[in-house]
Every structure is written in structure tokens, then in C-alpha cells.
């Protein structure tokens, strides 16, 4: 399909959509956090469109709340303040930076040596698989609606053509949202007591900046950091288009960084690539940038909108959990067809290794800390999986290859 001759009609239903698949996300962080969710949307859909910018508008991503930041935000509250934590964000902004300039002076090799497809792979897996928990903990709140929602996208994956097999996800949110209100799940108070009209943002975050949270969260922006590498390259699977090669990643951590230094200004959370949308993509399979622009668009919206916010806030998280259910196994499938398409062997020990290693590690829930710093999930797989690839011998992976070629 080629989405970018869709209709802007098409073009914009579809962009819709994909908000309702981000927004569960967008919308939790800053719950958990303290920070009001328009804040979170007008921020996800400004760092968005600045992403865009500085990616020349080629890679298909939209930016919001990071999961990664929620554990350390909580902790530092305790000790600086909400405003102050707010502000020493913008360290995360700097470690992106610097990557930046690092993948930038090294080029695309670097890459290429340190995250080959046996630790690209197994890492797209996780980032699909990591979510699960996640997606199931949403639909177990009401597992009719979970399945209301599930079963109706799939109904549409499958049997609807044109403009219908575009939005199942959306399509699937109705129908669950519908069914939720016959059941008397959902709860309109919110909806009423919102403002027609509000400013989500503030401009007071940078006075109550100090070093000392600044350099706090310096160490937990590497897991992100390394997990929007892997989602770079799930995007480039998902479009079959080379965003490491065109724009380069140098280029999307750059437009990550920005995002991350713009969001903290305004009072909001950090930004990171969403693999929500990205699934959504891969089911339907619409990877226009033009269309994620589309979202960027109506989160802005509907963060000054309170009425729109607040009914989108009314949605059960069972509903969306039900979609999750099928977004995040199709991110896993990726990594898996990753793992095909570069015909990685797995019948050499040491590929088998590293993706053992990365898979139990990333699975289990392993920690890494020290002090402040903590490091877990898909950030410490893919420090064990670059380091394992460096350090083992692949003489008994070069072997067979000159086998073949004699």
C-alpha cells in the first residue's frame, strides 16, 4: 500500500487512531508522576512535530511519555520537588546530544559493529514482549472489555476492506468504549467538571533548576537511549525503509534530545519513540510521517480542548488493554522476522548465547544498580548483548561462512 497517496481524509481518521494507541501511555505517566496528562499531550505532539523537523519529516514516529523515567521522577520528587526534578530533566536531553555527536563522528559503522542483527533482534523481541505485562494488566481489569475491543480489531483486520481495514484499533476503542458505558463502566464526571478552554503548559519549570537533580538523572537516560536505537531499527522493518542509513540515527537522536529539552521546559515528562504506534503500523500497515504529523496535531489539540482531554481520560483502561494485546506481540514478530531476514544462524553457539543471555535477562526482570544509578529492561539486555557480541571469539561464527564460500 502506498500510504502516502492516501486521501487526507484517510490520512487523518488513521492519525486519530493512532493517538487513541499512544494515548493510554501518554496519559498514564504523568498520572503516576504528578503532571497534569495535557501537559503530557501538548509535549508529545510539540516534541513530535520538532522531531520531524530535524528527521526532515522521512522516519514515521511519534514521541511521548517514557516509562523508563517514571521509578527515578518518583524518587527525586521526594528529594527536589516536582519542579525541580521537572527541570533536571534536561540532563536527558544532553545524553542524547552526545550520542548524537558521537554516532555522528563515528558514522554507521559504529553501529553496525556494536549492534549487529543478533543483538537487534532479540532487543526488538523485548521491546515487544516487555510491554505484554503491561497490555494484560490493563485487560484484566475487565476482561469482557479487553476482549470486546481485541476481538472487534481483529474482526476488522481480517474481513473489512478500504477505509474500515485502516482503523481497527479505533474501530475496536468504539465498540469497547460503547459496551463500557452499557455496563456502567465509565465515569462522565471528569468530562463535566473540565474547562472547554485551558493552557496545559507553563514556562516556570528553569527557575527551579539545580545541578543536583541535573546530574541525577543523567545515568537513567541511557536505557533510553538505547531502546530508541532498537526502535529505529523496528521502524525501519516496519516502513522496509533504512532510517539508520536516511536520515541516520544521528540525526533521530538529535530530534529525541530536542524533544526531551523542549518538553522539560514547558513543565512536561521526557520524550521517547513510542512502539505502540509503531505496532499500529505494522497491523495497518500505514507508515506515512505525514500521518503521525496527523497525531502530533490532534494531541495539541485535544490538551487545549479540556472537554476532548478529559473524555479521552474516560476511556477504561481494559478497553485499550484489549488492543495492547495485539499491538505489542506484533512488535515481538518483528524482532523474530529481523532475526530471518538477516538469516541469522542459529545454530552457531554464540549467536544462540547472546540472545539467550539478552532474552532471560530482559524477561526476568533483571536490575542493575548502584547508588542512584539503575539500569533494567530492555536498556541492561542491550548492554549484556553489545558486550557478549564484543567480547566473544566469532571465530566459530566466520568458519562455516568461508566453508560456503570454498
Known amino acids: 500500500m502506498d500510504t502516502e497517496q492516501l486521501s487526507m481524509t484517510k490520512k487523518t481518521i488513521v492519525g486519530v487512531q493512532f ?85 555522528r563522528w563515528q558514522g554507521k559503522k559504529l553501529l553496525d559493529r556494536i549492534f549487529p542483527p543478533v543483538v537487534i533482534g532479540p532487543a526488538i523481541i523485548l521491546i515487544g514482549l516487555s510491554l505484554s505485562g503491561s497490555a494484560v494488566d490493563m485487560a484484566k481489569t475487565n476482561w469482557i472489555l479487553a476482549f470486546s475491543s481485541l476481538i472487534t480489531a481483529i474482526l476488522v483486520l481480517t474481513f473489512c476492506k478500504g477505509l474500515m481495514k485502516l482503523v ?24 463535566a467538571a473540565a474547562s472547554w478552554i485551558s493552557c496545559p503548559i507553563s514556562f516556570d519549570t528553569i527557575t527551579h533548576f539545580s545541578w543536583s537533580p541535573f546530574l541525577y538523572m543523567i545515568p537513567v537516560a541511557i536505557a533510553p537511549v538505547l531502546e530508541h536505537i532498537g526502535d529505529i531499527y523496528v521502524v525501519s522493518a516496519v516502513a522496509k525503509k533504512d532510517f539508520v542509513k536516511d536520515p541516520g540515527i544521528h540525526r533521530t537522536m538529535l530530534g529525541d534530545g530536542v524533544a526531551c529539552l523542549v518538553s522539560a521546559f514547558l513543565g512536561g515528562p521526557p520524550e521517547t519513540t513510542y512502539s505502540e504506534v509503531t505496532g499500529a503500523m505494522s497491523i495497518t500497515k500505514v507508515t506515512s510521517p505525514a500521518v503521525i504529523r496527523i497525531s502530533a496535531a490532534t494531541a495539541i489539540c485535544f490538551s487545549i480542548v479540556g472537554k ?40 552457531n553457539t554464540r549467536n544462540v548465547i547472546i540472545i539467550s543471555v539478552m532474552l532471560t535477562m530482559g524477561l526476568g526482570g533483571a536490575v542493575l544498580s548502584s547508588g542512584s544509578f539503575a539500569i533494567s529492561g530492555i536498556g541492561l539486555s542491550a548492554v549484556i548483548g553489545v558486550i557478549l557480541n564484543l567480547v566473544l571469539p566469532k571465530k566459530l561464527e566466520e568458519e562455516p561462512e568461508e566453508e560456503n564460500k570454498e
Open 19 to 103: 493517538l487513541f494507541v499512544a494515548f493510554g501511555a501518554t496519559v498514564l505517566v504523568p498520572l503516576l508522576i504528578g503532571i497534569d496528562p495535557a501537559t503530557a499531550l501538548f509535549t508529545a505532539g510539540v516534541g513530535t512535530f520538532l522531531f520531524h523537523f530535524i528527521t526532515g519529516g522521512k522516519v514515521p514516529i511519534f514521541l511521548g511519555s517514557s516509562f523508563a523515567f517514571i521509578a527515578p521522577i518518583i524518587a527525586a520528587t521526594k528529594q527536589w520537588g516536582l519542579p525541580g526534578t521537572i527541570a533536571g530533566l534536561t540532563s536527558v536531553s544532553l545524553v542524547y546530544f552526545i550520542m548524537s555527536a558521537l554516532v
Open 168 to 191: 481497527p484499533i479505533i474501530t475496536g476503542v468504539v465498540v469497547g468504549y460503547i459496551i463500557a458505558i452499557c455496563m456502567g463502566e465509565v465515569d462522565f464526571s471528569g468530562v
Open 308 to 347: 476532548l482531554s478529559a473524555l479521552l481520560q474516560s476511556i477504561p483502561q481494559a478497553v485499550l488493554g484489549g488492543i495492547m494485546l495485539l499491538l505489542f506481540g506484533t512488535i515481538a514478530s518483528v524482532g523474530v522476522q529481523n532475526l530471518m531476514q538477516n538469516k541469522v544462524d542459529m545454530n
